[in-house]
């Protein structure tokens, strides 16, 4: 056999509305994979593997539904369904590889995981990928039975998108989690407040690390809320919502299977017109996880200045310097600002995207997905590197203290007992005394010696800084001195 009779020998020939192409006789993919792989060369990155395991799941739950409607028979139906089942597991990850932007809604992903699919069904039957025969599973006359690109891909993204958004609401929960222990744990440590990055009141740096856990406790509530945006799906709807070439006990069966299939709560829509033309709901959920960003790009950010300025103490993890011996930077705060810029960079491109889309069908599908999939991940890893970091962090109270005692901003924690105008006279004073602030007595000691010790002490523990407002009470004794 000459050397083209082998390489013959080699291939099938696949056709489409284009024309025909060769294919290597055992690949899983087929013409539709080729002429993509072929096209979209834009990104450099696949499109995201959490949305090709999603997808087999849509496609398993359709088969399930045209087998228990009579329209797929009993042995091509269990070949896909367990086809798909291993294109969910991962061990078909190889076999998509287009790029995340892609023209078309998203059709070339979808006629990839049906020609993966129905190939790897053959196999399953027995037969040769590409295989055409009465027996064998076709990628569109059966796989893609009663679907159309418009509500299957929407659909699939929606069941990625609700395990991600419980893995970054689980990674808020253990941020807020570390930020609690640490408010507990620096509840005594008194320390200077700051607006405009100048010293301002005292108060407890447990009660700066409770702001912490505060914001990262709304993104653990928000992000878990979201998933809300996207339980309600276009499954059976087809091309334009209408269901058009679908059986009305398909699109009744559909949904109810890929929820079974799933365990997550679906409901397939009331207007699915609506819901295959519109991706507001997807919009809002980036509004969300932007938040969940920002709130860690600050929260990464007053960790790194609290560090700079002394209050606490992060681990140290690798040298910081190729030059300088012994420095050590606040890398992971740092990663963590970046991945969150990063995120709401691409969220910002989910609304570009929805507002785009014409008509009957959102065309840039893809970049939605890839914006928020990516999103989801920086989000979720970056939650897991800080609250890692914040766990190591340590509290230097003595610093803390020191600043406090030196700094005549503290007068303002006596306004309710002596006034503004007394607080005023008193620094002026402290300032003549000590040519202008610079010599050995700190302000606390000179308000020890002008009020009293003790009214200083509890004026300025952290049980009062942290109590909402003061009592109303009889001023402290010796503040009338």
């Known amino acids: 056999m000459g050397e083209d009779a082998n390489k013959s020998a080699a291939m099938r020939i696949e056709h489409d509305l284009i024309g025909e192409r060769n294919i290597p006789r055992g690949e899983l993919t087929g013409i539709h994979t080729l002429r993509a792989s072929e096209n979209f060369r834009i990104s450099g990155r696949p499109t995201a593997i959490e949305l090709i395991r999603a997808y087999a799941l849509v496609k398993k739950a359709c088969a399930a539904a045209n087998r228990e409607t009579g329209f797929l028979d009993a042995a091509r139906a269990d070949a896909i369904c367990r086809a798909c089942d291993e294109v969910a597991s991962?061990?078909?990850?190889?076999?998509f590889a287009l790029d995340a932007l892609q023209g078309g809604a998203g059709t070339s992903t979808n006629m990839n995981v049906n020609e993966v699919i129905a190939n790897r069904a053959n196999q399953f039957l027995g037969l040769e990928p590409g295989d055409r025969s009465g027996n064998g599973v076709h990628p569109l006359d059966h796989v893609n039975l009663h679907q159309s690109t418009n509500d299957t891909y929407p659909t699939a993204l929606?069941?990625?998108?609700?395990?991600l958004i419980r893995e970054a609401s689980s990674a808020a929960a253990v941020l807020q989690g570390s930020f609690q222990k640490k408010e507990?744990?620096?509840?005594?440590v008194v320390t200077i407040g700051r607006t405009e990055l100048q010293a301002a009141v005292p108060m407890t740096l447990g009660a700066i690390f409770s702001s912490f856990s505060e914001a990262a406790g709304r993104d653990r509530w928000r992000t878990f809320k979201c998933e809300e945006r996207v339980r309600t799906v276009n499954l059976g709807g087809t091309a334009v919502g209408t269901g058009l070439a679908a059986?009305?006990?398909?699109?009744?069966r559909a949904t109810d299977a890929?929820?079974?299939i799933t365990g997550f709560p679906l409901a397939r829509a009331e207007n699915l017109v609506d819901q295959t033309a519109n991706a507001d709901s997807l919009v809002e959920v980036a509004g969300i996880l932007s938040a969940f960003a920002a709130n860690l790009i600050k929260q990464a950010r007053d960790v790194r200045f609290l560090a700079h300025e002394g209050d606490i103490a992060i681990p140290a993890i690798q040298a910081g310097?190729?030059?300088m011996p012994g420095k050590v930077n606040p890398v992971v705060c740092e990663a963590v600002i970046q991945a969150g810029m990063r995120a709401r960079s691409s969220l910002t491109l989910v609304g570009d995207a929805a507002s785009h889309g014409t008509l009957q069908i959102n065309e840039y599908l893809p970049l939605v997905a890839d914006a928020l999939i990516e999103s989801l991940h920086l989000i979720t890893a970056a939650a897991r590197s800080l609250s890692a970091l914040v766990d190591g962090v340590a509290a230097d109270g003595p610093a803390c203290r020191a600043r406090v005692d030196s700094n005549p901003i503290i007068v303002t924690a006596f306004l309710p007992y002596i006034g503004y105008e007394r607080a005023q006279a008193l620094l002026a004073e402290y300032r003549a005394e000590t040519d202008e602030g610079a010599g050995a007595e700190t302000v606390r000691t000179f308000l020890e010696r002008k009020l009293g010790a003790d009214v200083v002490d509890r004026t300025l523990s952290s049980d009062a800084l942290s109590a909402l407002g003061f009592p109303d009470s009889t001023p402290p004794k010796g503040t009338n001195q």
């Open 247 to 252: 059986p009305r006990a398909y699109i009744f």
């Open 184 to 188: 507990k744990e620096f509840a005594d």
């Open 258 to 260: 890929l929820r079974a």
């Open 321 to 323: 310097s190729s030059i």
């Open 90 to 95: 991962g061990a078909l990850d190889s076999c």
């Open 158 to 163: 929606k069941v990625a998108l609700i395990a």
